[in-house]
């Protein structure tokens, strides 16, 4: 079975700033994806960037990175030039490249953002 | 158009009673899935199905019962509520084969159970 763990319940930063949410994970498949999802107060679930981890290099978005190290089986995010509307739950899940399997998302129990103006 | 919906959002009864919730997606997804999210906003799945055949059944109590009239329906159904029930119920759904392993996720169901 998967684990996720984000270490942060909380952070706070101010509004421009550049702020890394943690996430490490356990498994011992092989291949797989990674996922942070945002759930802002609306509770509505995005997504905010995925990695598959046959994927060596790092995925970007717009103002979100990931650094992804596998061997460490570490996954954090970087939001960069923070904004209020960033302001939310995160959370990082686990989900086995079973190709047309049913297998789901395994989260992290998230780390509540808050941007401050 | 809202590509996977649940109904209703809000949900309100007192213990023991039965309740459903309904989910539907217009994605043309093979699989689709119920999680719980309970007040520490832990979410964990509860159900996946893949063509309307159950796939994944965590340990759920059997008050839980996931129906898939179709592949673009999976509706819960909750016996004789209990006040540990109370959370917010999430359906997402997922392409099968060759899919990004995106789950696109309705806006969630908020049970409460007084």
């Not at chain 2, 997606?25 to 063509?51: A, C, E, R, V």
């Not at chain 2, 592949?71 to 759904?93: P, Q, R």
Request: glycine share 6%.
């Amino acid at each position: 079975a998967q684990t996720v763990t984000q270490s942060q319940p909380e952070m706070s930063v101010q509004e421009a700033e550049t702020v890394t949410l943690s996430c490490t994970y356990d498994t011992s498949e092989s291949n797989y994806y990674l996922f942070w999802y945002k759930q802002p107060p609306s509770r509505q679930m995005i997504l905010v960037i995925r990695q598959e981890a046959y994927k060596q290099q790092n995925a970007t978005e717009n103002r979100f990175s990931v650094n992804f190290q596998k061997a460490a089986k570490s996954f954090s995010l970087k939001i960069s030039d923070s904004q209020l509307g960033d302001t939310a739950m995160y959370f990082c899940a686990f989900m086995k490249h079973a190709g047309g399997g049913a297998d789901g998302l395994t989260f992290g129990k998230g780390t509540h953002l808050i941007i401050q103006p | 158009d809202t590509a996977v919906s649940q109904t209703p959002k809000y949900l309100v009864t007192q213990m023991g009673n039965d309740k459903s919730i309904k989910c539907e997606q217009n994605l043309g997804h093979d699989t689709m899935y119920w999680y719980k999210q309970d007040s520490k906003k832990f979410l964990k799945i509860m159900f996946s199905y893949n063509n309307k055949e159950l796939i994944i059944n965590e340990t759920v109590p059997n008050r839980f019962s996931p129906k898939s009239p179709d592949k673009a329906h999976l509706n819960l159904h909750i016996n004789s509520l209990e006040l540990g029930d109370s959370a917010v119920y999430f359906c997402a759904s997922r392409a099968g084969v060759s899919n990004t392993g995106e789950l696109f996720f309705g806006e969630g169901s908020r049970l409460t159970v007084l």
